[in-house]
């Protein structure tokens, strides 16, 4: 019985910090804005989004039919996602005493809009952002891009 | 009659000038920051890379085997038709605020000190639950010493924002040293506008 109360204690706290994100270095960002369906697929596990929930890396984002959302990120980059959108952050890292920044997402499709951050300034050949059919490299900008069918 | 029917093929050659099929499909275009400025992005694939620099120019690209198209102008109209509900929803950008201290302590100055309320009012205003603290110093000195300094000093800070009534848990505190500063200098260069804390509210 003991062991069990453990193991749910610790489960629980695991669970509390992934929300509360008190494992600062793996938090990214947080939400800011959701309209309607949108969902953050984290290790597997499909998350209703809400404003002021943190962001990881390699966290997948994803929005429905006639969901929206809007973030930032700690470098400053804020993107926004229109309906029927994915992006995936495959690599972040904001860590400019470290000398370790970089910043790789990818579309898969939808629509979204981009403003680049600190790291697009300090080391812009550390971000990449790609899409199915070409990558983007930036130097301290804001873009739209639209990907996919239609 | 003739009037609605010449419209329409308009639209019909129009849809079929923009290659329709391939240009609506991958469109990424470059508009202005907030300040106006514009920056400058690179689009690339295996087949060629084309570069935009200036604002509401706008390339496609068919597929990954085909270079990205020549830049062409998009109007607000086209834009607003594929992109509105993503731009309708952008969060306004983080607000960063400086502060600065006395020589060599962790004592504010006091126009700095009297920023703190402005920074409580901006948490508010935003309903922001991410605000960074980072500690930054010149490039004077040891490294090693000014990276402590500037990390003691983004700590007082959080101190003095935890007491005016901000909660702790949405407090991200850390140190960027000297390597992030806001005037370029060379290195062992006193430059007080970088010794500094930022708080940013997101």
Same mark, same amino acid.
């Given at each position: 019985?003991?062991?069990?109360?453990?193991?749910?204690?610790?489960?629980?706290?695991?669970?509390?910090?992934?929300?509360?994100?008190?494992?600062?270095?793996?938090?990214?960002?947080?939400?800011?804005?959701?309209?309607?369906?949108?969902?953050? @697929?984290?290790?597997?596990?499909?998350?209703? &989004?809400?404003? /002021? =929930?943190?962001?990881? $890396? +390699?966290?997948?984002?994803? %929005?429905?039919?006639?969901?929206?959302?809007?973030?930032?990120?700690?470098?400053?980059?804020?993107?926004?996602?229109?309906?029927?959108?994915?992006?995936? @952050?495959?690599?972040?890292?904001?860590?400019? &005493?470290?000398? /370790? =920044?970089?910043?790789? $997402? +990818?579309?898969?499709?939808? %629509?979204?809009?981009?403003?680049?951050?600190?790291?697009?300034?300090?080391?812009?050949?550390?971000?990449?952002?790609?899409?199915?059919?070409?990558?983007?490299?930036?130097?301290?900008?804001?873009?739209?891009?639209?990907?996919?069918?239609? | 009659?003739?009037?609605?029917?010449?419209?329409?093929?308009?639209?019909?050659?129009?849809?079929?000038?923009?290659?329709?099929?391939?240009?609506?499909?991958?469109?990424?275009?470059?508009?202005?920051?907030?300040?106006?400025?514009?920056?400058?992005?690179?689009?690339?694939?295996?087949?060629?890379?084309?570069?935009?620099?200036?604002?509401?120019?706008?390339?496609?690209?068919?597929?990954?085997?085909?270079?990205?198209?020549?830049?062409?102008?998009?109007?607000?109209?086209?834009?607003?038709?594929?992109?509105?509900?993503?731009?309708?929803?952008?969060?306004?950008?983080?607000?960063?605020?400086?502060?600065?201290?006395?020589?060599?302590?962790?004592?504010?100055?006091?126009?700095?000190?009297?920023?703190?309320?402005?920074?409580?009012?901006?948490?508010?205003?935003?309903?922001?639950?991410?605000?960074?603290?980072?500690?930054?110093?010149?490039?004077?000195?040891?490294?090693?010493?000014?990276?402590?300094?500037?990390?003691?000093?983004?700590?007082?800070?959080?101190?003095?924002?935890?007491?005016?009534?901000?909660?702790?848990?949405?407090?991200?505190?850390?140190?960027?040293?000297?390597?992030?500063?806001?005037?370029?200098?060379?290195?062992?260069?006193?430059?007080?506008?970088?010794?500094?804390?930022?708080?940013?509210?997101?």
């Amino acid at each position: 019985m003991k062991i069990v109360c453990h193991m749910i204690l610790s489960a629980l706290l695991i669970l509390g910090s992934i929300t509360l994100c008190m494992a600062e270095s793996e938090c990214i960002g947080i939400v800011k804005s959701v309209t309607r369906n949108v969902f953050f @697929i984290r290790d597997g596990e499909m998350i209703q &989004a809400a404003v /002021n =929930m943190k962001i990881m $890396a +390699r966290d997948a984002i994803k %929005t429905g039919p006639d969901g929206s959302v809007g973030f930032i990120l700690k470098d400053d980059t804020v993107i926004s996602m229109g309906p029927e959108s994915q992006i995936v @952050i495959d690599e972040f890292s904001f860590d400019p &005493a470290g000398k /370790n =920044m970089s910043f790789i $997402a +990818r579309m898969l499709h939808g %629509t979204i809009s981009y403003f680049s951050g600190q790291i697009a300034k300090l080391s812009p050949e550390s971000v990449r952002f790609e899409t199915p059919v070409a990558t983007i490299g930036m130097r301290g900008t804001h873009f739209l891009v639209k990907s996919g069918k239609i | 009659m003739g009037k609605k029917r010449f419209v329409f093929i308009l639209v019909l050659l129009f849809a079929g000038f923009c290659g329709c099929s391939n240009r609506s499909k991958n469109i990424i275009v470059l508009v202005p920051d907030p300040d106006g400025s514009t920056g400058r992005i690179i689009v690339s694939n295996q087949a060629g890379s084309v570069e935009i620099d200036t604002a509401y120019q706008a390339t496609s690209v068919p597929d990954k085997n085909s270079i990205p198209a020549r830049p062409t102008a998009m109007n607000q109209e086209e834009i607003d038709a594929i992109f509105s509900e993503a731009i309708a929803i952008q969060p306004t950008a983080p607000v960063h605020f400086l502060l600065y201290f006395e020589n060599v302590t962790t004592k504010l100055e006091a126009g700095s000190l009297s920023i703190l309320p402005e920074i409580v009012d901006t948490v508010i205003a935003r309903n922001s639950a991410d605000i960074g603290i980072i500690g930054h110093a010149d490039t004077a000195g040891d490294r090693n010493y000014n990276l402590k300094l500037s990390a003691r000093r983004a700590e007082a800070v959080g101190r003095l924002l935890i007491e005016r009534g901000i909660k702790p848990e949405y407090l991200e505190i850390s140190s960027h040293g000297e390597e992030n500063p806001l005037i370029r200098t060379d290195d062992n260069v006193s430059e007080p506008r970088n010794r500094r804390v930022e708080v940013v509210v997101r």
